[in-house]
Each structure stands twice: as C-alpha cells, then as structure tokens.
C-alpha cells in the first residue's frame, strides 16, 4: 500500500460527497484505513452520557467523522486545489504542486 501524499495540518478541500467545497485542516491521518479527520468537515451528532470526573456535561455534541482520503484534494497557497508530485531537493523529497511546481510543505 502507498503512503498517502497528505500530512496533518495540510489545509484541503473536500472534492465529493455531502460537504464538497468546503475547506478545512487535517487533524488526524488514518493512513491504514485511507481516511482524515479534517477540521469542521462529515460533522455528525453524537450523544454523550454526563462525567463529573471528567467535568464532562451530557448531552448532544458534534464531532467530525473521517472522511475517505479519494475525496480530498492538497489545497497549494496560489493555485487552490491541486494534484501533488514530488520532487528531490538534494537529498530530501519534497512534495510539490503540479500546477505552479511551488514546495507544499506543511508548518514544521
């Protein structure tokens, strides 16, 4: 299986389903399953039992759901949503954009 070409905190926007168009930052990377968790995308309402130990109130809260990998695009800073390649810059591999070939490294 190959790696995914997407990273956590990669800013990207969702290109199918019931939230398409909308962008958001990547939380979590599930690189086993092919799914992100990306910031206020697929929010779903969960029901939640009282903790006092927690200092947890109960109620209804909503959370994001992981979204399929296939259904994202890396969003570039001058182009929008684009494909990614790589590229060796000495002896270290870096994505890039395929549109304007700009590095597309996240905040490190």
Do not use: W, Y
């Not at 990547?26 to 130990?53: F, I």
């Amino acid at each position: 299986m190959a790696g995914l070409k997407i990273r956590r905190n990669d800013r990207v926007e969702v290109i199918a389903g019931k939230d398409k168009g909308k962008q958001g930052r990547v939380l979590r990377v599930m690189a086993a399953e092919n799914r992100l968790l990306v910031e206020h995308v697929m929010m779903v309402k969960k029901t939640v039992r009282p903790n006092p130990q927690r200092n947890i109130k109960g109620g209804i809260a909503e959370q994001e759901n992981p979204i399929h990998a296939s259904n994202v695009m890396l969003v570039c800073g001058s182009c929008g949503p684009v494909r990614v390649g790589f590229k060796m810059e000495g002896d270290r591999k870096v994505r890039v954009c395929r549109k304007c070939g700009q590095a597309l490294e996240g905040k490190k």
